[in-house]
């Protein structure tokens, strides 16, 4: 199964629409609009209440629903726009979520995680008004994929530059998608 986390909260978000390119390829695939779902951060009470569901291993819980469907994907695509430097905050509120012991991870025998996602491969797509560094945004999403979630393939696609004065925004954005549309899934 193919999941897209879709974190643009904009109608007509830029960042959608290079991933719909992307998962056009793919074919069929599940869509979480996180903006429509009921995602809250964690506080003491749901956070005790959490810990005590992972520790009797009762991880049907529907509070593990996004966990075990993140853990299942084979693919999973994400979108989210370049904001403040990082992502939405939605997009953090579902990876508090998600991040299940005993379903996205464990701990190994030195106490690191160990990925249980049975993913080969994670795309992280996004668009950036000016100029997209990637250190809070993507190069985090790769490092939990990859040091905690077990996911070993990462892949950024992105364009930059498109609120710049001067710049033609759909060149920039079709230039991508012509990239999109050539890619290997």
């Known amino acids: 199964m193919v999941l897209y986390i879709n974190a643009c909260v904009r109608d007509e978000s830029r960042t959608d629409r290079l991933a719909r ?3 056009d390829k793919m074919g069929n695939y599940t869509e979480l609009k996180l903006s429509e779902e009921v995602l809250k951060p964690l506080y003491k009470e749901s956070l005790e209440y959490r810990s005590e569901l992972i520790a009797k291993g009762q991880f049907d819980n529907d ?3 996004y966990a075990r469907q993140f853990a299942d994907a084979d693919v999973i695509v994400i979108s989210a726009p370049f904001w403040d430097m990082s992502f939405p905050a939605i997009l953090k509120t579902y990876i508090e979520n998600i991040y299940i012991t005993g379903l996205v991870s464990k701990y190994g025998e030195d106490g690191r995680p160990v990925g249980l996602c049975k993913a080969s491969k994670l795309y992280y797509v996004t ?4 100029p997209y560094e990637g250190t809070y945004s993507y190069d985090y999403i790769k490092d939990l994929a990859l040091g ?3 996911i070993k393939d990462t892949e950024l696609i992105y364009a930059e530059m498109l609120d710049i004065a001067g710049n033609d ?3 920039i954005l079709d230039e991508v998608i012509d ?3 050539m890619k290997q899934v």
């Not at 668009?127 to 000016?130: D, N, R, V």
């Open 148 to 150: 905690a979630f077990g």
């Open 63 to 65: 509070i593990f629903k």
């Open 127 to 130: 668009t950036a008004g000016g």
């Open 21 to 23: 390119v992307l998962l």
């Open 169 to 171: 925004p759909e060149k």
């Open 179 to 181: 990239v999109i549309k």
